[in-house]
């Protein structure tokens, strides 16, 4: 059996787009890709709201992706690949990110992962999805409409990130999108996401 680790933040966790809440099971791209992989693979969903790639959060502190990431490996090695689905978050005001330094961060987890006392998985870093412009009046805490334009640059740096790190890559934003509140990804793009990485999932670990 081959073992998927998705690392994300609210977008891995499956916050709903249209209520306050959490998508249903079936409704969650980590839970519809292991049913499109097959009995033969098990991914292991580990989303947590507001996760960042290496930032601490001053105002909800337990956020930082880099301090998350040793634990999370050791819990559930052997590991085949990891998905990293991280930088939403980093494109908050209070942390004063350019979407280099975000990626850097994606980076800097790629480099802890492969410290590890472990087998090495392959890795995937995904670009995440794009934040909707309508983000300054959307109610989450510390987005502006610097956040939206960060987001467009996310597949120019996370693609940078992942030829230096030798990761594999995928742009998120092509196949998913923000829904009403901006921020998470609709119903719909869960699952087109999750197709989408079916395929790519399955030439990686052949």
Same mark, same amino acid.
């Given at each position: 059996?081959?073992?998927?680790?998705?690392?994300?933040?609210?977008?891995?966790?499956?916050?709903?787009?249209?209520?306050?809440?959490?998508?249903?099971?079936?409704?969650?791209?980590?839970?519809?890709?292991?049913?499109?992989?097959?009995?033969?693979?098990?991914?292991?969903?580990?989303?947590?709201?507001?996760?960042?790639?290496?930032?601490?959060?001053?105002?909800?502190?337990?956020?930082?992706?880099?301090?998350?990431?040793?634990?999370?490996?050791?819990?559930?090695?052997?590991?085949?690949?990891?998905?990293?689905?991280?930088?939403?978050?980093?494109?908050?005001?209070?942390?004063?990110?350019?979407?280099?330094?975000?990626?850097?961060?994606?980076?800097?987890?790629?480099?802890?992962?492969?410290?590890?006392?472990?087998?090495?998985?392959?890795?995937?870093?995904?670009?995440?999805?794009?934040?909707?412009?309508?983000?300054?009046? &959307?109610?989450?805490?510390?987005?502006?409409?610097? @956040? $939206?334009?960060?987001?467009? /640059?996310?597949?120019?740096?996370?693609? %940078?990130?992942?030829?230096?790190?030798?990761?594999?890559?995928?742009?998120?934003?092509?196949?998913?999108?923000?829904? &009403?509140?901006?921020?998470?990804?609709?119903?719909? @793009? $869960?699952?087109?996401?999750? /197709?989408?990485?079916?395929?790519?999932? %399955?030439?990686?670990?052949?």
């Amino acid at each position: 059996m081959k073992h998927i680790l998705c690392f994300g933040d609210s977008n891995t966790h499956g916050s709903a787009t249209e209520y306050d809440g959490r998508y249903d099971y079936d409704d969650r791209w980590t839970i519809i890709l292991g049913k499109l992989l097959g009995p033969e693979y098990h991914v292991i969903e580990e989303g947590l709201g507001g996760r960042t790639t290496v930032f601490d959060d001053p105002f909800r502190p337990g956020k930082n992706g880099l301090r998350d990431i040793s634990n999370i490996l050791q819990t559930h090695k052997p590991l085949d690949l990891v998905i990293i689905m991280l930088g939403t978050n980093d494109t908050k005001q209070v942390y004063n990110a350019s979407v280099k330094s975000i990626a850097h961060g994606a980076e800097v987890i790629i480099e802890k992962i492969r410290s590890e006392d472990m087998p090495q998985p392959g890795i995937l870093l995904i670009s995440p999805i794009r934040i909707g412009e309508g983000i300054d009046s &959307s109610g989450f805490e510390s987005y502006d409409y610097s @956040s $939206h334009q960060k987001s467009l /640059e996310f597949p120019k740096w996370f693609r %940078r990130t992942a030829e230096i790190t030798g990761s594999y890559f995928f742009d998120a934003a092509a196949v998913a999108h923000a829904g &009403s509140d901006c921020l998470h990804m609709t119903k719909e @793009s $869960h699952r087109a996401f999750a /197709e989408a990485l079916c395929g790519i999932v %399955r030439d990686i670990l052949a």
